[in-house]
């Protein structure tokens, strides 16, 4: 099946600071990738949908300017995690889409102190 | 919106043993996926199953599209079967929603 990283898979950071991470799809193109956030025993909720070229489309009661999609080429979409609060702690995940199925990263889980 | 159900929410079952996960879904689709999400928090693709039925191993998944569910088979279960097991319906632009989750732990 097809490949897809994260980076980083662990971060920590101080209230009021930003975070990035990235997603690539290793093995294949893809001009759609997607963004997931997941807390504990809870299960995925799709936060934007990241298309290569153009803006990202967010879902309902997703902060657009706390939560910054860059789809810059067809292997890499990142997610930037603005002036980053404790209530934004929690399990990050992005995933890419080749012609049928979607593939997932590792995850990046997000510590806000 | 669509609405995805899982069940059972949780399982316990002693290795060997068999067993049946169920996916209900309110909504046509045009995709399906099962997934399994180990201690480490990675998805795993187990099917892309949008109707029909598939094989792989000691796992098998059937869905039926026009009665909006879909079931996952596990057989002959080991210890390393025990984590998370998702499905997830999706849409035209491939977006995808998850069920709850079925919780398996399977015991020695």
């Not at chain 2, 059937?62 to 009665?67: F, R, W």
């Not at chain 2, 996952?72 to 998370?84: E, F, H, M």
Request: net charge neutral; aromatic share 10%.
């Amino acid at each position: 099946g097809a490949v897809v990283s994260q980076h980083p898979s662990r971060v920590i950071c101080k209230s009021g600071t930003s975070v990035k991470i990235e997603c690539r799809s290793l093995d294949f193109q893809a001009t759609t990738m997607f963004w997931y956030r997941q807390f504990p025993k809870q299960s995925l909720m799709l936060m934007a949908t990241s298309n290569e070229g153009s803006k990202a489309t967010y879902e309902q009661g997703v902060e657009k300017d706390k939560f910054l999609i860059n789809h810059a080429s067809l292997t890499l979409s990142t997610l930037t995690v603005t002036s980053a609060h404790p209530e934004d702690s929690s399990f990050y995940i992005c995933s890419a889409r080749d012609q049928y199925e979607q593939y997932f990263g590792p995850g990046t889980r997000l510590t806000v102190t | 919106g669509i609405q995805v159900e899982q069940s059972p929410p949780d399982l316990i079952l002693q290795e060997g043993a068999n067993s049946t996960l169920r996916c209900n879904f309110s909504d046509s689709v045009n995709n399906l996926q099962w997934f399994h999400q180990n201690p480490w928090g990675q998805l795993i693709n187990l099917f892309y199953i949008p109707s029909g039925t598939k094989q792989n191993g000691r796992l098998s998944a059937t869905t039926v599209a026009t009665e909006r569910y879909s079931l996952l088979y596990i057989s002959s279960s080991q210890t390393t079967d025990s984590g998370v097991y998702f499905c997830a319906v999706g849409f035209q632009g491939g977006k995808l929603i998850f069920g709850q989750g079925t919780e398996l732990s399977v015991k020695p």
